[in-house]
């Protein structure tokens, strides 16, 4: 549940990516130029919507199913992919809203702006959710999505990748992120990934394929855990609301 | 060597097609067409209905028209994830002209972390292409000038002036030939007029 029990460990800004990171060029102009304002967290930040629970579709976390148009499956790689939330403490994110994206097995988004002259699937969408259980598990089955040019550097390269949205518990732990496959060699050339300076951080975004989980004759499977921001202990604090 | 923890999953930029995992409709998919994530409160829910809209420009005086926002707030009474109030919504800017908007009740006051009251606030954060890691900020409503004059959290912005960047201007009149008090917040990214955006 998100009740406010208490503040998160400040994030580390030099390990995620800055916002101005010229390579990627979009970044000059939608970066404040401005420091950051630091702000005590207070209960707007220390709570969080709860979602989901309730109104998610049995096939929301099926890609391979979800936007069928034509009778048959999405085409492409068979792949589950599966992890945990935890925090920073190692503590399971139970029950908060995972959401993904992706492209197609052709690299190309189901979306008006997407130009690339590779094919949409007709059974594909791209788009998927699911809750974590108690132990911070979550999964979902879609295809493995393919690389895609895009109008950076005349034409650089995104390696494939899937797009993570994450609540956690609270405001302040919210995350969007992007997972990528283990042996990818387009990871160290792609100026988005560059905008991460650390390589074990970088590292921390590629999935590994997990063959003891493999579905035989189904499907690859990949593992991808994810952490989020840990409530601090906060054991010597005065805590005039009572928590 | 200080204790290490595990580190948090790096962020990433939403990109341009956000909108397929997080408002597939609006994206133009044939999915969960019952989702208004940019209505917190149609009628029946208790407090004053308010509109809260405008414009994230970037450093060129450019609109950001592919820009996702998240808002999240208390309820009339102050209370965060009361029953029969959410809280929390989403809007894609319009692809045309970049505006956004949400239909929500004017919050309450909040606690501060030593008790004092918060002005009525809410949290809002953007995440688009050429956004790595999302913006946090604040709207704060003009018509609530002395709660302002004492929120701490305006207070602890050091730079008196760029406190004004944070404060909705009510508009003239209903939107749209309704009469709910409807809030102007624009967004600057960069330059002059830039937002106070947070680290917390």
């Not at chain 2, 948090?8 to 995992?21: A, C, D, F, N």
């Not at chain 2, 450093?59 to 009474?77: F, I």
Request: with cysteine; net charge neutral.
């Amino acid at each position: 549940m998100s009740s406010d029990t208490g503040e998160f460990a400040r994030r580390d800004r030099a390990w995620h990516p800055p916002a101005f990171t010229p390579p990627y060029k979009t970044s000059v102009l939608r970066s404040p130029g401005k420091a950051l304002v630091s702000l005590r967290q207070s209960i707007g930040e220390r709570t969080g919507p709860v979602l989901g629970h309730g109104d998610l579709d049995p096939l929301d976390n099926d890609l391979i199913r979800n936007y069928i148009t034509t009778g048959g499956e999405a085409i492409g790689e068979r792949i589950i992919v599966h992890g945990r939330v935890v925090d920073e403490m190692g503590r399971p994110v139970k029950g908060s809203l995972v959401e993904v994206w992706q492209a197609n097995a052709g690299g190309r988004y189901r979306h008006g702006n997407d130009h690339y002259l590779a094919p949409l699937d007709p059974n594909f969408g791209g788009c998927g959710r699911c809750v974590t259980d108690d132990d911070g598990r979550y999964f979902f089955r879609t295809i493995k999505p393919g690389p895609y040019p895009w109008m950076n550097h005349n034409s650089d390269w995104r390696p494939s990748h899937i797009h993570f949205s994450l609540f956690g518990n609270a405001f302040a732990q919210r995350l969007v992120t992007q997972m990528y496959f283990e042996g990818d060699p387009l990871i160290p050339l792609c100026p988005i990934i560059g905008t991460i300076r650390d390589k074990a951080a970088v590292d921390m975004l590629v999935a590994k394929l997990d063959m003891n989980e493999m579905v035989p004759f189904d499907s690859l499977v990949y593992r991808f855990d994810i952490v989020l921001r840990g409530r601090r202990s906060t054991f010597f604090e005065n805590r005039p609301e009572g928590n | 060597m200080p204790v290490q923890y595990l580190k948090e999953t790096p962020s990433q930029t939403g990109g341009p097609y956000v909108h397929i995992g997080c408002l597939p409709h609006f994206a133009g998919l044939n999915l969960r067409t019952q989702e208004k994530l940019h209505v917190l409160a149609g009628g029946g829910v208790p407090g004053e209905q308010i509109r809260i809209e405008g414009v994230v420009w970037d450093g060129s005086g450019h609109p950001l028209r592919d820009v996702m926002l998240e808002l999240w707030q208390a309820d009339s009474t102050g209370a965060y994830n009361a029953p029969g109030f959410r809280g929390w919504g989403r809007v894609g800017a319009d692809p045309q002209t970049g505006l956004w908007g949400f239909e929500t009740i004017r919050p309450g006051a909040t606690p501060w972390i030593d008790s004092r009251p918060q002005a009525p606030h809410c949290s809002l954060l953007l995440f688009a292409r050429g956004i790595n890691i999302h913006l946090h900020t604040r709207v704060y409503f003009d018509d609530r000038p002395e709660a302002n004059a004492a929120d701490p959290a305006l207070l602890s912005i050091e730079l008196v002036n760029r406190r004004q960047t944070l404060i909705a201007t009510r508009q003239a009149g209903g939107q749209g030939g309704s009469d709910v008090p409807t809030f102007r917040f624009d967004v600057h990214l960069q330059g002059d007029k830039e937002t106070v955006f947070f680290d917390c």
